[in-house]
């Protein structure tokens, strides 16, 4: 992924493949972001995604970066899943909540101001222990982490993968335990 920023321009660029990518353009301008969404851009992979998805809860993205957060819940509703997000721990507790009989996945960011991921989770998990969570790192390697941890930087590929696997694997567990 990069990311530049000139003149009050930020652009954000992602490549899956040499010649094939997405690209984000996002303007700032006295704090209101507008977001243009990529041209019709399909890879194999996300066809590959769209046709094997399983899942129809809602994830919930928690990432304390603006740029990020919106990035992963475009190229999630890009796929076809539902998101709903939050920038810390605090209010992920608070929108988990909201939506609790409805999340499927919490996707978060280890380290954040206030409640890091890892004390979201948690807390998360008192509430439903059998709810998948998926953590993002840039400290992934170092980390040692009991869920799956995507590293950071990462592709659409990556992430769409990563979660379809883990939702695929909670799915099967689900219709395990009602035999």
């Given at each position: 992924?990069?990311?530049?920023?000139?003149?009050?321009?930020?652009?954000?660029?992602?490549?899956?493949?040499?010649?094939?990518?997405?690209?984000?353009?996002?303007?700032?301008?006295?704090?209101?972001q507008v977001l243009r969404p990529?041209?019709?851009?399909?890879?194999?992979?996300?066809?590959?995604?769209?046709?094997?998805?399983?899942?129809?809860?809602?994830?919930?993205?928690?990432?304390?970066?603006?740029?990020?957060?919106?990035?992963?819940?475009?190229?999630?509703?890009?796929?076809?899943?539902?998101?709903?997000?939050?920038?810390?721990?605090?209010?992920?507790?608070?929108?988990?909540?909201?939506?609790?009989?409805?999340?499927?996945?919490?996707?978060?960011?280890?380290?954040?101001?206030?409640?890091?991921?890892?004390?979201?989770?948690?807390?998360?998990?008192?509430?439903?222990?059998?709810?998948?969570?998926?953590?993002?790192?840039?400290?992934?390697?170092?980390?040692?982490?009991?869920?799956?941890?995507?590293?950071?930087?990462?592709?659409s590929a990556d992430?769409?993968?990563?979660?379809?696997?883990?939702?695929?694997?909670?799915?099967?567990?689900?219709?395990?335990?009602?035999?």
């Amino acid at each position: 992924m990069l990311v530049t920023m000139e003149h009050n321009v930020r652009e954000v660029s992602t490549f899956e493949q040499i010649g094939n990518g997405v690209r984000l353009i996002m303007w700032e301008a006295e704090g209101v972001q507008v977001l243009r969404p990529p041209e019709n851009v399909t890879s194999p992979k996300r066809v590959l995604a769209k046709k094997t998805k399983v899942q129809r809860g809602i994830i919930l993205v928690v990432e304390d970066d603006l740029t990020i957060r919106e990035l992963v819940r475009m190229f999630l509703e890009n796929e076809g899943y539902t998101v709903v997000t939050a920038h810390d721990g605090e209010e992920g507790l608070l929108v988990y909540k909201r939506h609790q009989l409805n999340i499927a996945l919490l996707l978060t960011d280890v380290r954040m101001p206030g409640m890091n991921g890892v004390d979201l989770a948690d807390r998360v998990l008192q509430l439903d222990s059998h709810l998948p969570v998926v953590f993002m790192s840039g400290d992934a390697p170092q980390l040692n982490l009991r869920s799956t941890c995507l590293a950071k930087p990462f592709n659409s590929a990556d992430l769409i993968g990563t979660l379809d696997q883990v939702l695929h694997a909670t799915q099967r567990t689900q219709e395990t335990d009602r035999l």
